[in-house]
């Protein structure tokens, strides 16, 4: 596929969804009708946990169109694969363009580029089979503007299926995947229906802090534009900051002494290696952003719980050990790497904030963190919510 300016992406997105769905393990075994079922449950369920979230959180919609121009979807594993490929062509089309004008100043460019575009689509395909697998739902921020491929009541449509079309961005999206919500419910051995109401409370409070908030979407789409404005594509700048990395990582054997690398760059995971110093300060504005909305979804989806999922308590405490007993060694290691261990912090850590405020100001003082980018809790803050109610909760 082409980007929208004309020239070659960094990525085969085709052959990526072609790798992935090749890759992807089958889900859960069902009937045709035991699957479509699962579906009309998960639509109502979807609508039903629109209101609870609403009533709870004193959230409301800026406007009707707001709330009705963000769908649901629910899909299965290879159906979150093209969504989320859509969504990652949206997002980095200013990287792509940084690449576009370093390539057209090499003569090998065509050649060498059509064979990276290859590459990188197998990998980036083999890493979303990996994540298809896990993913009970995801409210899409950057969803682009277009129509489904098959309507969701077209008689051959069991699940939604997104395009891949490269429009631009629309007012985003939340997606159910059946598949993985049925997997999860049966190795927990919980209630069905009272799962997948939980699962749709978390996601629904998702869709209600963007149409509910309205500057929220623009502010994160800023600042991971920036984020990917400040990527540096010199090989030469690269190949420092791994240096810079391995120096760091030496700090911490035996023996060597307490040294940083330059520009401090830190001993962490392959995210923070390629990072510049501006990228490590922009990142710590979005994951304090990130741990604000996981940990408020969560806080929500167990606030509303008991009034109207009669087994919230047995869900949360098999769903907690789950997560935190893990999986295989494998699995693991691949969680670590790619950053899933840290969105697993980033729920613990804004829940805790988010309690802790509610505690201090009641519900209707946390909701001041709404007001406006300068409301949001700083990084620091996730972690001292006392120092958030003393600059803005009160």
Request: hydrophobic letters at 45%.
């Amino acid at each position: 596929m082409t980007s929208a300016s004309g020239g070659a992406d960094m990525v085969d997105w085709n052959l990526a969804v072609a790798t992935a769905t090749r890759l992807v393990r089958p889900g859960p075994e069902v009937s045709r009708a035991e699957a479509a079922a699962v579906v009309a449950e998960l639509r109502r369920h979807a609508l039903e946990a629109e209101e609870h979230v609403r009533a709870f959180t004193g959230m409301r919609s800026s406007s009707l169109a707001a709330a009705t121009a963000t769908p649901v979807l629910v899909v299965d594993r290879p159906g979150w694969v093209r969504a989320n490929v859509a969504g990652f062509r949206t997002v980095v089309q200013p990287l792509v363009e940084k690449l576009q004008a370093r390539r057209a100043n090499s003569a090998a460019a065509g050649v060498f580029g059509a064979v990276g575009e290859k590459a990188t689509g197998i990998e980036v395909g083999a890493l979303l089979a990996f994540l298809a697998t896990k993913v009970l739902g995801q409210y899409e921020t950057f969803a682009p503007a277009e129509p489904l491929l098959e309507a969701p009541d077209s008689p051959a449509a069991l699940f939604d299926k997104p395009r891949l079309g490269p429009e631009g961005p629309g007012p985003g999206r939340l997606l159910l995947v059946a598949p993985n919500i049925v997997h999860v419910e049966r190795e927990l051995d919980v209630d069905p229906s009272d799962f997948r109401l939980w699962v749709c409370l978390h996601e629904e409070t998702h869709r209600t802090q963007f149409t509910a908030v309205p500057w929220l979407r623009d502010h994160i789409q800023s600042e991971v534009q920036s984020f990917l404005a400040e990527t540096d594509v010199d090989p030469g700048a690269l190949l420092e900051r791994l240096r810079d990395a391995a120096g760091s990582l030496g700090a911490g054997l035996p023996g060597a002494g307490n040294r940083e690398g330059r520009e401090g760059a830190p001993a962490g995971n392959l995210l923070e290696i390629v990072q510049s110093p501006a990228q490590r300060e922009i990142l710590g504005r979005l994951t304090a952003v990130m741990s604000l909305l996981e940990g408020h979804a969560d806080v929500v989806m167990d606030g509303v719980g008991p009034a109207v999922v009669p087994t919230v308590a047995e869900i949360r405490e098999k769903f907690q050990q789950r997560r935190d007993r893990g999986a295989n060694r494998l699995d693991l290691v691949l969680r670590r790497l790619l950053g899933m261990d840290a969105k697993l912090r980033q729920y613990q850590d804004g829940a805790v904030f988010v309690r802790a405020v509610v505690e201090q100001v009641g519900m209707e003082g946390f909701n001041r963190v709404w007001t406006s980018p300068n409301t949001l809790p700083t990084k620091d803050e996730i972690h001292d919510p006392a120092a958030w109610v003393a600059r803005v909760g009160r």
